[in-house]
């Protein structure tokens, strides 16, 4: 099962525009994180959140959290046509133990040139 | 050693045959993860490996599946009988030593092996 859910699940913007993805989830985290997949790619991480952090950046990505609202952003400033991927968000469920981690069914965007 | 590799990268097969997926982790990671993502979806959770040792399975893992990692190094994730809702993108990752707090479960993913069952 899916605990995340992207939204939008697609996004098209010119370039230099900024793109904003939220992910929600159900259950609590110990981290929440971001990953992006070029088509036909696997994933590559891009940024990880601990529960206990509001906000984090990391060149032009900039991710905030909400435990209250059990929700997350992923803020892509200044666009490029090389940032045309998909982004999922990924939570770590923190039940038993487990190292696995639990996938949304990402946001698709488009950056035109 | 440069990442994960799967192997093959596509497997075109007749339903009711047997498919074998290899992937070799990073050398130092002792978790190794197998997902499955089919067409517009996230990846979804199969089964992670500490080391030898099967750790957990995700109920999307029928008997048809089996998935093994002798020596703690590569692993193989085999599936028999194939039907036609088997076709998707199998992924393997892998992740390093220590605990989520340093980042453990932070995965590196390969660039996964395509299976399409006729």
């Known amino acids: 099962s899916q605990q995340g859910e992207e939204d939008p699940q697609a996004l098209s913007i010119q370039e230099g525009e900024n793109a904003t993805m939220n992910c929600s989830y159900k259950?609590?985290?110990?981290?929440l994180q971001w990953y992006r997949q070029n088509s036909g790619r696997g994933l590559v991480h891009l940024i990880l959140?601990?529960?206990?952090?509001r906000e984090k950046h990391s060149g032009r990505l900039r991710v905030t959290l909400d435990t209250s609202k059990k929700s997350s952003s992923l803020l892509i400033t200044a666009s490029r046509a090389a940032d045309t991927a998909s982004y999922f968000c990924?939570?770590?469920?923190?039940?038993?133990?487990?190292?696995?981690?639990?996938f949304g069914s990402g946001t698709r965007l488009l950056v035109r040139p | 050693d440069t990442g994960v590799s799967q192997d093959p990268r596509h497997k075109i097969t007749k339903r009711g045959q047997n498919v074998t997926f290899r992937c070799d982790p990073i050398?130092?990671?002792?978790?190794l993860y197998w997902y499955r993502q089919t067409l517009g979806q996230g990846p979804e959770f199969l089964t992670y490996?500490?080391?030898?040792?099967?750790?957990?399975k995700s109920r999307l893992l029928s008997d048809r599946f089996s998935a093994e990692r002798p020596k703690g190094s590569f692993s193989t994730l085999e599936i028999q009988r194939t039907e036609q809702g088997d076709s998707a993108m199998y992924l393997c990752?892998?992740?390093?030593?220590?605990?989520?707090?340093?980042?453990?479960?932070?995965?590196?993913f390969g660039a996964g092996s395509r299976l399409t069952v006729l």
């Open positions: 259950t609590s985290i110990n981290n």
């Open positions: 490996f500490q080391n030898e040792a099967q750790l957990e």
């Open positions: 959140i601990r529960s206990n952090e």
């Open positions: 990752a892998s992740s390093r030593p220590g605990t989520v707090s340093s980042g453990a479960n932070v995965l590196t």
């Open positions: 050398s130092e990671h002792n978790r």
């Open positions: 990924a939570t770590d469920p923190r039940m038993d133990s487990s190292y696995k981690l639990i």
